[in-house]
Nanobody, 125 residues
Framework: QVQLVESGGGLVQAGGSLRLSCAASGRTFSRYIMGWFRQAPGKEREFVAAISRSADSTVYADSVKGRFTISRDNAKNTVYLQMNSLKPDDTAVYYC??????????????????WGQGTQVTVSS
């Protein structure tokens, strides 16, 4: 079992930046692939980014590629999402998540077992 707590959300103008953090507790953080998802009002929860256990591999949704960067610090049990050039369409609740076990970087939310409570990101135009 791993517990996840997101932080760093807020209100930002279009073109601005935010860095989200997700602190993990419980079993060894470095054993888990980590992912970020987001959910806007009235929409399905969608994949944003994922990172491998050793941070040597990442994958991004096309909508955020080149603007967002996922990273992790296993010594601090934390995964980050640096978000630059934010757009109003990025407005959503952002969640970090982890699958119990996976050999690949899963893009499907149904493959993730542990979820944080979410942090709100609002981008004004």
């Amino acid at each position: 079992q791993v517990q996840l707590v997101e932080s760093g959300g807020g209100l930002v103008q279009a073109g601005g930046s935010l860095r989200l953090s997700c602190a993990a507790s419980g079993r060894t953080f470095s054993r888990y692939i980590m992912g970020w998802f987001r959910q806007a009002p009235g929409k399905e929860r969608e994949f944003v980014a994922a990172i491998s256990r050793s941070a040597d591999s990442t994958v991004y949704a096309d909508s955020v590629k080149g603007r967002f960067t996922i990273s992790r610090d296993n010594a601090k049990n934390t995964v980050y999402l640096q978000m630059n050039s934010l757009k109003p369409d990025d407005t959503a609740v952002y969640y970090c998540a982890a699958p119990k076990w996976s050999t690949l970087l899963p893009l499907n939310k149904n493959e993730y077992d542990y979820w944080g409570q979410g942090t709100q990101v609002t981008v004004s135009s």
